[in-house]
Nanobody, 124 residues
Framework: QVQLVESGGGLVQAGGSLRLSCVAS????????MGWFRQAPGKDREFVAT????????NYADSVKGRFTISRANAKNTVYLQMNSLKPEDTAVYYC?????????????????WGQGTQVTVSS
C-alpha cells in the first residue's frame, strides 16, 4: 500500500507560480512512475503530467506544456509539479498518483494509488 500526500496548493493571481509536492509513504518509491492529474468543478479528472521512475521520461498535457514542470527526488520519496504562468483555467484540485506498471501513463486507470488532492485557485 502506498499513501500519497499532496501539499503546496493555494490562491495565486494569474501569471503567478506555485510548486506542488507529493510525498509517498513507501520504501519502494523508485519502483513507481508518478503522475499529476487535476479536476475542476463540474469536469472530469484530467491528466496533467507524468514522470518515469528514473526521471528520464516526462510527458505533459498540451494545455500545460511549457508552463508546468514535473520532477522527482527519489531520496526524499517526493514528486513535484512546478507551475508557472498560471491561468484561471488551471483552477482545480490537483492529485498525485503512482503507477506500478505503466511508464508514460496518461490514463486514470493506469494508476494504482492516489492522494487526496490539493486545491489550486488562480484569480484573474
Amino acid at each position: 500500500q502506498v499513501q500519497l500526500v499532496e501539499s503546496g496548493g493555494g490562491l495565486v493571481q494569474a501569471g503567478g507560480s506555485l510548486r506542488l509536492s507529493c510525498v509517498a509513504s513507501t520504501r519502494t518509491f523508485s519502483d513507481y512512475h508518478m503522475g499529476w492529474f487535476r479536476q475542476a468543478p463540474g469536469k472530469d479528472r484530467e491528466f496533467v503530467a507524468t514522470i518515469s521512475w528514473m526521471g528520464d521520461l516526462t510527458n505533459y498535457a498540451d494545455s500545460v506544456k511549457g508552463r508546468f514542470t514535473i520532477s522527482r527526488a527519489n531520496a526524499k520519496n517526493t514528486v513535484y509539479l512546478q507551475m508557472n504562468s498560471l491561468k484561471p483555467e488551471d483552477t482545480a484540485v490537483y492529485y498525485c498518483a503512482a503507477a506500478g506498471k505503466y511508464r508514460n501513463a496518461v490514463l486514470i486507470t493506469q494508476y494504482d494509488y492516489w492522494g487526496q488532492g490539493t486545491q489550486v485557485t488562480v484569480s484573474s
